[in-house]
């Protein structure tokens, strides 16, 4: 779903375990680390979109998790030019509705080839504000803003 802007409806999702360090994972074939995200369909909600996305992406179930917080509204990146397939004039990037989720389950929950293309091959789980600095520099103002957003739902107890 791309609206009149040139943006697609798409939600994140950072996990946070009882240390409070989030899930980090790694794109399948690449050397890019990024959280969970993936496109909202039409006939979903957010958080349709975000259990869903979240089974595909990393094979946790609905049950392991609990919703600790989101943003409040959209936040917007925009894909560099040189990545969008050309004839794509009306596509700019993405808009975003970050969760943050409170990892309930063990590691062995954790499954990255749930479905036919895996989008990671690794994953790590990492301090809170690590991925703000190693995430792809298109990418950074939107994991800054969400972070900050999310962080005030992080028991520190």
């Known amino acids: 779903m791309i609206d009149k802007e040139g943006y697609r409806a798409n939600v994140a ?37 975000m259990f869903r996305e979240l089974k595909e992406e990393v094979g946790i179930d609905e049950g392991s998790v609990e919703i600790l917080g989101k943003t409040s509204d959209w936040l917007y990146y925009d894909v560099p030019k040189n990545w969008i397939s050309k004839g794509n004039n009306l596509y700019k990037g993405q808009k975003q509705i970050w969760f943050l989720l409170k990892f309930l389950g063990n590691e ?36 800054s803003k969400a972070l900050k957003q999310l962080s005030v739902f992080i028991d520190e107890n």
Do not use: C, M
């Not at 074939?29 to 496109?39: D, K, L, S, V, Y």
């Not at 479905?115 to 190693?134: M, R």
């Open 13 to 49: 999702i950072v996990i946070i375990n009882n240390d409070n360090k989030v899930l980090w994972a790694k794109r399948t074939n690449e050397n890019a680390w990024q959280f969970p995200q993936g496109g909202i369909k039409s006939h979903e909600n957010a958080e349709e979109a």
């Open 108 to 143: 062995n929950d954790i499954f990255l080839k749930n479905s036919i293309k895996p989008e990671f091959d690794n994953w790590s789980w990492v301090d809170y504000w690590i991925p703000n600095d190693e995430v792809i520099s298109f990418k950074r103002d939107v994991y």
